[in-house]
């Protein structure tokens, strides 16, 4: 798996979406725009199998995704926060579509 912010490839797939460069303890990533974070961790989640490849978010679901998003980022969340709350925003979308199929 890579970091969702610079690319570079990390020792494990346990650890959060981002190198030690990029996510220091406590950081954030205030810096990044909604939609790219949004992208970048659905990418790393599909990497990880933790998402089936065909994943994808309607458009009402990638405005609320990147509202959420930018709050977190917004208050200054750790990285960590942003990472969760993507997986289980993205998590929970996949079973409303698992539900809502015949």
Known sequence: MNCI????KLESPQELPVCKECGKAGSTIESSDP???LEL???SQKELRLLPEDFRLSDVGRDVAKKIIHQLLALGEP???VT???FGFCYGYLCHQKEEEP
Not at 5 to 8: A, E, Q, S, V, Y
């Open 5 to 8: 912010k610079c690319g570079r």
């Open 84 to 86: 969760h709350t993507v």
């Open 79 to 81: 990285t960590e926060v």
């Open 41 to 43: 961790h659905i990418k």
């Open 35 to 37: 939609s790219e974070v």
